[in-house]
Each structure stands twice: as structure tokens, then as C-alpha cells.
């Protein structure tokens, strides 16, 4: 029998990637099976992208690339956080990674020490857990209501901090929840994490462009606090490449430094040719015509699927403003049974769902609110509609 490392059985399994996977052993046994639980653009990638990769390969970026990226990507992303975020670095603070999961992976690893403590505004994505459990890090819960848009408070931060306070991490725009910090907001925790210099911040941002109340704000953005802020974003949901594996930060020189030392033992540099596909990206402006119909359509579907939410009996549904998520309460129906299955909980109603109307969601739980279960609208109005109609028919033999 093998005996396995300890930090691999203290591990969960990421929670949507396990019900990505009951959805592909249901359709398997012939099911019309609808997925919910992957936040993943339905979109394709935009032509102009895909070309420059191409044009890569034709010019035989074929070889081992620079552990933090290509200098040129690097630069490019410079300039979009000029562009965008009014945000100035340096390509020496910036490292590019195999997807924004293992930037935030980077990023723990060269900061956390056995004992530390890890911030984590909750409702949280699920992985922020689990990375610092590698670290053998603590995480430190910090719990949002829906009744506050899921946003944590700054005089709610500064009660969970303590001598071992070492990071923080958030995301905004946020998954589970869709919810979008404002400047104000971020403001206020930004003063509270001014008078504790020990901690350092990592703002995940991968959702920046998947927004619909105006400007993206960055806790990057004051000053006082900017050399502890950690920046991590990438091309997977903005420009619909969750394939190409494409993430970065954007950091201090001495993090970038640390991330690039860590990189070079574990991954090295990532593909060249999504490289090039990405430097394309970065170097456009946000308001192309598939960048503005994509968020059009995820307002769209958003609107819809508040709109069918409602109709459903003891669900308690906030407004989210950006991303593609709603993280509906669905605690009424904790108790609640139907022949032989009994719901207990989030987990409970999912397996319900899935079992009996082939709709798949993630459980709360995995989200740190296990009253809470959560929505992707990133496909299409039909499949929107035909799923929540199955829903609200399952939901409704529930007594």
C-alpha cells in the first residue's frame, strides 16, 4: 500500500473540477446533463488572438521561454496596467505563470511560513484554501453576508488580524459571489492594512473586464500600501482563453524575484505560443467589438437569471456586479424532503439536482458559506432557462 505525503491527503479536491467531472460521467451514461459549476466563457477565443498564435508557430517560438515570460509579454502588460489600471511598473515586476491559479500559488509559496495566518475575505474561490494548506499556512476567515453584498467590512479585517498576520487575499470582481469593490470600499481596508506593515496583499483581479458598473478598481491603486500588493490577472475569462493557460503578477521586484526563483524549480516558463497569443491580448484595448458583446451578453444573462431566481420559492438572491456568478442563500430548503432523499444541506440539494434533473452546481461549502450554492450563467440564454426551469421543477416536490 502506498504511503502517501501528508500535504496531499490534508488536500481537497477542487470542488467544481469534481463536479465538472460527475457532469462527464453523466453525460457519458447518454444524460442531457447542463452545467452550471465551471467558470467558463462559453465565447471563443477572438480570431485576432488565435492569428498571432499561429503566426508564432510559423515563426518557431518553439523553444524553452524565460521563466517569468517573453520580455516583450512582460512589457505589454505594463502597458495595459498603464492603460487601464493607471498603475506604472516594470517588466522586472511582472512574472507570467501557467494560469492565474498558479501565480496566486507562487505568490503564497514565496511568502507564507509554517503558522502564518492568511486573511480570506468569505465567500472565497475555492483553491485560496487549499494552496495554503501547501504552505502550511493558517486561513483566517473573514465571513461577508449577502445582506452587505458579501463585501467584507475594513473594521472586520482589522478584528482578524493578529502578530501572525502575514497576507490577505480577495477578489473583486468576486468569485462565488459576482460582487465588485468599490474605490471607497477598497479605500477603507486599504487604511486598515496601512498600519500593519507585516502583511502583504494579494488582489486577485482575473475577472477585471467582466464588470458592469463602470471602471475596475485596485487596492493597487493607493500609494501608501502599493509596494505589499500583489497584483495577479491573466487572460482566461476576459478574452475567453481558459485553455491557453495564461496568468501573471505584478508585484514588487523582491515578490517578482521570489516568484521567479520558485517558477524556475517547478514549471520554468510557460508555452511559448500562448505567449504570443497573449501579448496580443494585452496590448488591446478593452473596448473591441467581441470584448464589449461578451460582457454585453454576461449582463444580459446575468439580468435573466435574476429575473428566474426570483420566481423560485425561498431563495434569497443578492445583485452581483461582475464576474459571471449568483450565489443564491438556499438554506429554506435545508430539511426539506422528496421520496427517499432528504436534503441536509448545500452539498445535499446539489446531488439532488444533479440526480434528478441533471443540472450541475457547486455547493457553498466549497466557497466557505455552506448556505449558499453557486451559479454559472457563462453559456448560453437556452441552456439559462431550460436549467433553472428543471431546477424550479426539482425544488418544487421538496416538502
Known amino acids: ?8 491527503n490534508y ?10 467531472r460527475k457532469c462527464r460521467e453523466l453525460k457519458a451514461e447518454g444524460k442531457d446533463v447542463i452545467n452550471l459549476s465551471l467558470g467558463e466563457p462559453d465565447f471563443n477565443t477572438p480570431d485576432y488572438i488565435k492569428n498571432a498564435a499561429k503566426e508564432a508557430i510559423d515563426k518557431n517560438f518553439t523553444f524553452y521561454t524565460p521563466v517569468p515570460g517573453y520580455e516583450d509579454l512582460r512589457k505589454a502588460i505594463c502597458t495595459k496596467l498603464s492603460r487601464d489600471n493607471n498603475l506604472e511598473y516594470s517588466p522586472a ?21 509554517p503558522g502564518d495566518e492568511v486573511l480570506i475575505p468569505s465567500p472565497y474561490w475555492v483553491s485560496y484554501k487549499e494552496i495554503i494548506k501547501v504552505a502550511e499556512g493558517k486561513a483566517v476567515f473573514i465571513p461577508a453576508k449577502i ?4 463585501k467584507v467590512k475594513p473594521e472586520q479585517i482589522e478584528a482578524a488580524i493578529s502578530p501572525k498576520s502575514k497576507l490577505m487575499i480577495f477578489s473583486s470582481p468576486c468569485n462565488p459571489t459576482g460582487s465588485v469593490y468599490s474605490k471607497e470600499e477598497l479605500e477603507g481596508i486599504a487604511k486598515v492594512l496601512a498600519k500593519h506593515p507585516g502583511i502583504f496583499i494579494i488582489a486577485d483581479e482575473i475577472y477585471e473586464h467582466i464588470n458592469f458598473i463602470g471602471k475596475h478598481q485596485s487596492i493597487a491603486q493607493f500609494d501608501y500600501i ?3 500588493v500583489i497584483i495577479v ?3 482566461s475569462k476576459a478574452f475567453a482563453m481558459t485553455g491557453w493557460r495564461i496568468g501573471y503578477i505584478a508585484a514588487s521586484v523582491e515578490i517578482a524575484k521570489a516568484c521567479d526563483k520558485l517558477q524556475g524549480q517547478f514549471t520554468s516558463g510557460t508555452c511559448s505560443i ?3 497569443a497573449a501579448l496580443v491580448a494585452e496590448i488591446t484595448p478593452p473596448d473591441t467589438k467581441e470584448m464589449i458583446e461578451m460582457q454585453k451578453a454576461f449582463r444580459e444573462r446575468r439580468d435573466l437569471m435574476l429575473q428566474m431566481l426570483a420566481e423560485i420559492p425561498g431563495l434569497k438572491v443578492n445583485h452581483p456586479d461582475g464576474a459571471f456568478y449568483i450565489f443564491p442563500d438556499i438554506s429554506y430548503y435545508f430539511g426539506k424532503s422528496s421520496d427517499s432523499v432528504k436534503i441536509n ?5 446539489c446531488d439532488y439536482i444533479l440526480n434528478t434533473v441533471f443540472v450541475a452546481l457547486v455547493p457553498g461549502n466549497a466557497f466557505g458559506d455552506p448556505n449558499c450554492i453557486r451559479f454559472s450563467y457563462a453559456t448560453s440564454k437556452e441552456k439559462l432557462v431550460e436549467a433553472v426551469g428543471r431546477i424550479k421543477e426539482a425544488l418544487g416536490k421538496l416538502k
Not at 1 to 8: C, F, K, P, S
Not at 102 to 107: G, L, Y
Not at 147 to 150: A, Q, R
Open 345 to 349: 444541506d448545500a452539498t445535499d440539494l
Open 274 to 276: 500562448a505567449q504570443k
Open 226 to 228: 502599493r509596494d505589499r
Open 233 to 235: 490577472n491573466g487572460v
Open 11 to 20: 488536500l481537497a479536491e477542487s470542488e467544481t473540477l469534481a463536479m465538472s
Open 1 to 8: 500500500m502506498t504511503t502517501l505525503a501528508n500535504r496531499i
Open 93 to 113: 515586476q511582472i512574472v507570467v505563470s501557467t494560469g492565474a491559479k498558479q501565480s496566486i500559488a507562487n505568490v503564497v509559496l514565496s511568502l507564507v511560513n
Open 147 to 150: 445582506e452587505n453584498e458579501f
